[in-house]
């Protein structure tokens, strides 16, 4: 694939490099657009041509609070603060168009999103990129009633998807204003749920979100396409990876595969004596099952 290179001054050779970036993630196993990338990054001190990228750790970064977040995005509504983690080792503040690599937390820690998520790391040297990592609502330390209050029924009606990519929003509209860097270009980051955010920020909020790597995303699943989506996809692969063909025992399918029936029966019959059988078995914390419809935690393992 030929990449045709323009050169309109700084501003131009960032909009280049974010071009190459695209190119590489649609072309991974090399090409010509993979190679333009390359001399991009060993350019501009890159992994191919100066010193190793920073290990993704939360020990290089700043981990900071946006205090203003709205509880239901409503202004005048109760405030929270999100937690962020800011990584500016490599951010060229001297140019405006330097981009922020932003990375949408899904349902888990952010934390971990900072220590794991290497390619971001790996490509903020090239492209003098601010990172920023944001923390899902109702997870790690950001909780909009605090964590006891917020984990209620009545806490719980604010975690939704809808929430959590306003939030982003919000928080980025806010992040570029008081880093004085309303020009820079917002590149989005996301894996799994997270990557199922970031592709409906970059659609619906393409004013916000210029760019969106959404990885590993079931984006049919929950953009509910007619005739897209299989429901037993997901646990076909999951038998496939306890099958002969992946490495495991013959008898490993079709044991599960009479297990969890066995497994359903005794949840649902209603007998604490037969949760606390099931608990022992799977080693789960007692009382973790107390009621028949538990059994739904093993809807589509049975089929």
């Not at 920073?54 to 020990?59: D, G, K």
């Not at 790996?122 to 909780?143: C, D, I, K, P, T």
Request: hydrophobic residues 40%; negative net charge; charged residues 15%.
């Amino acid at each position: 694939m030929d990449v045709p290179t323009v050169s309109w001054g700084r501003r131009s050779r960032r909009l280049e490099m974010l071009l190459g970036l695209v190119v590489l993630l649609i072309a991974p196993y090399g090409g010509a657009g993979a190679r333009v990338l390359q001399a991009e990054g060993a350019a501009a001190g890159g992994d191919t041509g100066g010193p190793p990228p920073p290990r993704p750790s939360t020990a290089n970064c700043s981990e900071l609070f946006y205090e203003e977040q709205q509880t239901n995005n409503v202004s005048g509504k109760p405030t929270w603060r999100q937690r962020y983690f800011l990584c500016d080792q490599y951010w060229d503040r001297e140019d405006p168009y330097a981009p922020i690599f932003f990375y949408a937390g899904n349902e888990g820690n952010v934390a971990n999103g900072v220590n794991n998520t290497g390619l971001m790391w790996e490509r903020a040297q090239a492209f003098g990129a601010l990172l920023v990592f944001a923390e899902h609502r109702y997870y790690g330390n950001s909780w909009p009633f605090g964590k006891e209050e917020s984990l209620t029924l009545e806490g719980l009606q604010f975690l939704s998807m809808e929430q959590a990519i306003e939030d982003y929003v919000t928080f980025l509209n806010w992040l570029k204003i008081s880093l004085n860097a309303t020009s820079a270009p917002v590149v989005a980051f996301g894996g799994s749920y997270g990557g199922v955010l970031v592709a409906i920020m970059r659609a619906t909020r393409p004013s916000s979100v210029q760019a969106a790597v959404s990885s590993s995303a079931p984006m049919r699943g929950w953009l509910l396409q007619d005739g897209g989506y299989d429901p037993g996809s997901y646990w076909e692969v999951v038998t496939r990876d306890a099958s002969p063909a992946a490495g495991a025992d013959p008898a490993c399918v079709p044991n599960s595969q009479r297990l969890f029936p066995l497994i359903i029966s005794l949840i649902e019959s209603g007998k604490e004596a037969s949760w606390r059988q099931v608990e022992q078995g799977l080693r789960i914390c007692p009382g973790a099952i107390n009621s028949s419809g538990d059994a739904t935690m093993c809807e589509g393992h049975d089929g």
